[in-house]
C-alpha cells in the first residue's frame, strides 16, 4: 500500500509533554472531522487543495526518514487524520531503523501500528474519539476557541488512563491574538483541576517547520473563521 503524503519534514516537536525535541514529522492527507480552525486545512480543505500528494511506500519513507533525520530523531504521523490509514507496516519498519514513532490523531478509527506514544486530540463537534484510543492515549491535547471547549474535551475522555497528560491548548488565532478570556479559562481550569496543563504551540512562534525543503510554506490556518472553515 502506499501512503497519501501531504508533506514531511524534519524540525523539533512544539507542543506536548515531547516539547523541543528533534522530530521528523510525516503529514498524511485526509480529514472528515472539519475543524473551523484547523491549521492544517491543506490536508482536507476543498478550497485549499494542493496541487498535488506524494503517494510513498512503507519503505519510501522509512528510507526518506534515513536520509533526512539523525538517529535519535522521533518520528510524528500526523495528519490529515492518520489513524484512516494502516500505520502498520511503516512503524514496523521505522522500528527497524530505531526510531520511535508517535502518532496525533482524533482517534476516531481503530489504531493499526505499535506506535510508541499516542497524542489524542478530541473533536467534541465532530466524530468521538472510540474508547480503545482514548484508553491508548499517553496525552490528550484539548483546543480552546472558546471556555466551553474545555468540559466539551473533557466529555469525550471516558476511560483515560491516570497517567495520561491533558493539555488545554489555545485555538492557535486566540493564542495569536491573547484572547484574555481563553486564556484565563485554561488559567482557572488548570488551577481547578491539577491533572489539566496549560499549552502552546511554541513552533509556530519559532516557525521552525518552514525551515524544512519539504514543508508545505502556505500558511493557511483556518483561525476559527467559520466563513473559511465549516
Ligand atoms: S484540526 Fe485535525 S482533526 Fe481537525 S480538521 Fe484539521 S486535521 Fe482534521
Known amino acids: 500500500m502506499k501512503y497519501p503524503v501531504y508533506e514531511r519534514f524534519y524540525t523539533w516537536q512544539g507542543e506536548g509533554v515531547h516539547l523541543g525535541r528533534a522530530a521528523y514529522f510525516i503529514r498524511l492527507y485526509g480529514c472528515p472531522q472539519a475543524c473551523p480552525w484547523c491549521d492544517s486545512a491543506g490536508t482536507w480543505h476543498p478550497e485549499y487543495r494542493p496541487a498535488g500528494v506524494t503517494l510513498m511506500s ?35 519498519l521505522l522500528h527497524t531503523l530505531g526510531r520511535r514513532v508517535h502518532i496525533e490523531t482524533s482517534g476516531i478509527a481503530p489504531l493499526r501500528g505499535a506506535l510508541d506514544w499516542v497524542t489524542l486530540s478530541p473533536k467534541p463537534f465532530g466524530t468521538w474519539p472510540t474508547p480503545d484510543v482514548v484508553a491508548r492515549a499517553d496525552e490528550v491535547k484539548i483546543i480552546v476557541q472558546v471556555p466551553q471547549d474545555i468540559q466539551a474535551g473533557l466529555d469525550t475522555l471516558k476511560g483515560l488512563r491516570d497517567d495520561a497528560v491533558i493539555w488545554l491548548h489555545p485555538e492557535w488565532s486566540k493564542a495569536r491574538d491573547r484572547d484574555m478570556a481563553v486564556l484565563n479559562a485554561i488559567t482557572d481550569a488548570v488551577k481547578a483541576n491539577p491533572r489539566l496543563r496549560a499549552g502552546y504551540q511554541m513552533h509556530k512562534l519559532y516557525r521552525a517547520d518552514e525551515l524544512d525543503l519539504h514543508s508545505d510554506k502556505r500558511l493557511i490556518p483556518l483561525g476559527g473563521n467559520t466563513e473559511l472553515g465549516y
Open 58 to 92: 512503507a519503505q519510501d519513507l522509512a528510507d526518506r526518514v534515513a536520509q533526512e533525520s539523525p538517529a535519535g530523531a522521533f518520528v510524528v504521523i500526523t495528519g490529515g487524520e492518520p489513524i484512516l490509514f494502516d500505520l502498520a507496516p511503516l512503524v514496523n
